[in-house]
């Protein structure tokens, strides 16, 4: 078993929001075996000498499409799930290259994927996964065009394996608890209208009361929560009276929904980035003039969110919900959130708030003893400096994900 003695390092404290000097830990198998503020000695290890740089925990992005590996949705239907899968591969590397440990996708990646991150054949972040998510006819997850009837054929259809429609109490319960069969972590409903979709106007209402009542027994019934797309106070204010745990986007969120938030204990998983990038390549991917109306009004309420989850004490975790080509920009979010939130608090979403959200506090998110070896090593002080995390991981030194190096500069 592979030990490795961390010395020389600036311990980033995402909890305390600040840097610890003299410290050292210890990496033994797949996790943090000891953390010390007096020096450590081994009988035998592989030191690392950090060199005043800092150490903290890997990141975690609450909201990704790993298997979405097209801006424009509609491509993904001539995609055969083999091709899927290796494109996924690559967006998964590429996550990891970035820094982010793990990732919760919202619809999606199955447990092959997961199965296959976690048995090492092949590099990524530790998957949390929803597989499909569910929504009505006509609604968020509805993937078949106006002249479409009944069911496409998903063999070589990559879209339909993302998204799944269910209507009425029976359906649904059948649909999460095919999704729970499948070895879901979170089910994932679409609540109300969204950007990528192209015939649902934004504030429309997915999901009647009794069914998102049925999605959430079902998942509690299994152990496993329930998050919900949803733009506005009226759908968040559903989603929170039915006993959804998070809000996924929830951009024109106000004060009266905010509370009953807070009131209820849930969480918002925001994502800012995804709109201004999709906005900012709107021409070259051929977004249409109503996805482009819907995509500017999100953007107006995007750091106005932010501003009101913090006036209400409601965690708020780092999401890009960036889509194919657009993944590129997932590190681009701490840059956004800062014209509102201070780097520890940024941090902080990326790290513990996330590991709240998947149910893994003191395991992922943290320097810990007991956690697994999810770490980083960073050229600075992301505290003083986000864009540290910026340009693919270059001013990353480590990164090690499960007690292995993906990436060893300090050799």
Not at 25 to 50: H, N
Not at 150 to 166: D, E, Y
Request: aromatic share 6%; charged share 25%.
């Amino acid at each position: 078993m592979n030990v490795y003695h961390f010395k020389n390092f600036e311990m980033l404290d995402p909890e305390a929001g600040e840097l610890n000097g003299g410290h050292e830990l210890v990496v033994e198998g797949d996790i943090i075996r000891e953390v010390s503020a007096r020096p450590i000695k081994l009988e035998k290890a592989d030191v690392i000498d950090c060199d005043g740089r800092t150490l903290m925990p890997g990141l975690i992005d609450s909201h990704v499409h790993v298997v979405l590996s097209d801006v424009v949705i509609r491509n993904m239907e001539s995609v055969p799930l083999t091709l899927m899968t290796a494109r996924a591969a690559d967006l998964m590397r590429k996550m990891l290259d970035r820094g982010f440990t793990s990732v919760r996708d919202t619809g999606g990646a199955d447990w092959g994927l997961k199965e296959a991150v976690d048995k090492w054949l092949l590099p990524g972040p530790r998957l949390f996964i929803a597989g499909r998510a569910i929504g009505p006819t006509g609604g968020h997850s509805d993937s078949r065009r106006r002249t479409d009837f009944g069911i496409r054929c998903q063999c070589c259809n990559a879209l339909t394996f993302s998204m799944g429609v269910a209507d009425g109490i029976s359906e649904v319960r059948r649909a999460v608890r095919e999704e729970m069969r499948q070895g879901c972590d979170q089910v994932k409903i679409m609540m109300s209208g969204g950007v990528a979709s192209p015939y649902d106007p934004l504030d429309s209402l997915q999901f009647s009361m009794d069914e998102v009542a049925a999605a959430v027994e079902e998942a509690h019934a299994f152990g496993r929560y329930v998050c919900a797309h949803a733009y506005t106070p009226q759908a968040i204010t559903r989603a929170a009276t039915a006993g959804v745990r998070t809000i996924e986007h929830g951009n024109l969120i106000d004060d009266a929904s905010a509370k009953l938030m807070a009131e209820k204990g849930m969480f918002l998983v925001a994502n800012l980035v995804t709109y201004f990038e999709m906005k900012k390549h709107a021409a070259e991917y051929g977004m249409s003039s109503d996805m482009l109306a819907k995509n500017d009004l999100v953007i107006e309420g995007a750091l106005k969110s932010l501003e009101i989850c913090k006036r209400h004490g409601i965690p708020v975790a780092y999401g890009t919900d960036l889509l194919g080509q657009l993944q590129v920009a997932q590190s681009e979010e701490f840059i956004l959130r800062a014209q509102v939130l201070s780097p520890a608090e940024i941090i902080r979403s990326a790290t513990t708030i996330g590991a709240q959200i998947v149910r893994m506090e003191g395991k992922i998110g943290c320097l810990k003893p007991g956690a697994f070896a999810d770490l980083l090593v960073v050229d600075g002080n992301p505290l003083k400096d986000l864009t540290l995390f910026q340009g693919q991981g270059q001013r990353l030194s480590v990164i090690m994900k499960g007690g292995r190096f993906h990436k060893n500069r300090l050799h």
